[in-house]
């Protein structure tokens, strides 16, 4: 079974970049028809998706934080990275990583999330 596990700072400062790491276990960030999602949940909000990265490799941006995300990977380590910069006090929030097979799919498997505030 895949699991996810989210990493990175708790707390960040305004204007800042924050950068997160998805350590991916139990498969392969290459396998086909893989995406590997990056999604955020602000305090008494929704879900948000912020973009994806798929098994080729391509990335999939979020209309609305396209000019502020980048996703990438390391394959050889089975890793999946996020990094939002311009930080805003709006940016706090619980970050996920989750994945699914297909790209309208629902994601499947999921990590228990990060805690980050944007706070000075």
């Known amino acids: 079974q895949v699991q996810l596990q989210e990493s990175g700072p708790g707390l960040v400062k305004p204007s800042q970049t924050l950068s997160l790491t998805c350590t991916v276990s139990?498969?392969?960030?290459?396998?086909?028809?893989?995406?590997w999602n990056w999604i955020r949940q602000p305090p008494g909000k929704g879900l948000e998706w912020m973009g994806a990265?798929?098994?080729?490799?391509?990335?999939h941006d979020s209309s609305s934080l396209k000019s502020r995300t980048s996703i990438s990977r390391d394959n050889s380590k089975n890793l999946v990275y996020l990094q939002l910069n311009s930080l805003k006090p709006e940016d706090t929030a619980v970050y996920y990583c989750?994945?699914?097979?297909?790209?309208?799919?629902?994601?499947?498997?999921w990590g228990q999330g990060t805690q980050v505030t944007v706070s000075s």
């Open positions: 989750a994945t699914q097979s297909g790209y309208n799919g629902p994601a499947v498997y």
């Open positions: 139990g498969g392969s960030i290459t396998t086909d028809y893989y995406y």
């Open positions: 990265i798929a098994w080729s490799g391509k990335i």
